[in-house]
């Protein structure tokens, strides 16, 4: 009996046992059919090595973020960009190096919480001086706009030395020229900017209620001037004595 069974189980046999040893109620056999096409397909959609590789080694070498369209030129048609990012990402979590969004793309960045220690060994690049910030601020929030409006905002005028620094730090680039008398240049951001500061686009900048240190206060009513200017005050009331 026992060896009838271990025949009847052996895969591909067509004969069943009269007595239902090949088929059990309530349990549907998985069609051979079905299981190479859902194989097929994960197969098809999972990008593999070679793509992981291509597109681990364009992020790291790009000085700028890489978007989902950038990789798919390099990529084989038939691989998706968003997924490669989607198991880049989920392979590099948590480690010392992360990718994340910057930039409508994504870069290698070393992980926040090391960053204190990495700053003991690690040359910061120089800070940007206090002018030059609030002229890209002005720009980020204004652009595009050109340099007279910038000095207008400012109540000061723009050296040439800072528009040289944020030209320098790839942070501003010229957006054209305003159809005015001397159609001065108009400046504004660039990608650069948005991968410095860790954004994917300008919709993501704080508003510029939020900035505010102390929220602007109404206007005060200004006060009742004396009707007789010559003559002395009315009391305000009468007072008892």
Do not use: C
């Amino acid at each position: 009996m026992s060896d009838e069974v271990l025949s009847d189980s052996v895969p591909g046999d067509d004969v069943q046992d009269d007595e239902g040893v090949g088929e059990q109620p309530g349990v549907t056999a998985a069609r051979p059919e079905s299981v190479a096409e859902e194989v097929s397909v994960s197969a098809s959609t999972a990008p593999d090595d070679e793509a992981l590789r291509l597109a681990e080694a364009l992020i790291f070498s790009s000085a700028a973020a890489v978007s989902p369209r950038a990789l798919s030129q390099l990529l084989p048609e038939q691989v998706d960009a968003d997924a490669v990012i989607a198991t880049l990402r989920q392979r590099y979590a948590g480690r010392g190096v992360e990718l994340v969004d910057a930039g409508g793309g994504v870069q290698f960045r070393t992980a926040p919480d090391l960053a204190p220690r990495l700053r003991k060994v690690v040359e910061v690049p120089r800070r940007l001086p206090r002018v030059a910030m609030e002229t890209l601020a002005i720009i980020a929030y204004h652009q595009p706009v050109t340099r007279p409006e910038i000095e207008e905002i400012r109540g000061t005028s723009l050296s040439q030395q800072t528009l040289d620094a944020l030209l320098e730090a790839n942070l501003v680039a010229p957006k054209g020229r305003k159809e005015t008398p001397g159609r001065p240049t108009m400046w504004g951001t660039t990608a650069q900017f948005l991968a410095q500061f860790g954004l994917q686009d300008l919709r993501e900048l704080p508003r510029r209620e939020d900035l505010l240190l102390e929220p602007p206060q109404p206007a005060e009513a200004p006060a009742a001037a004396p009707a007789d200017a010559g003559g002395e005050a009315e009391p305000a009331g009468e007072v008892e004595q």
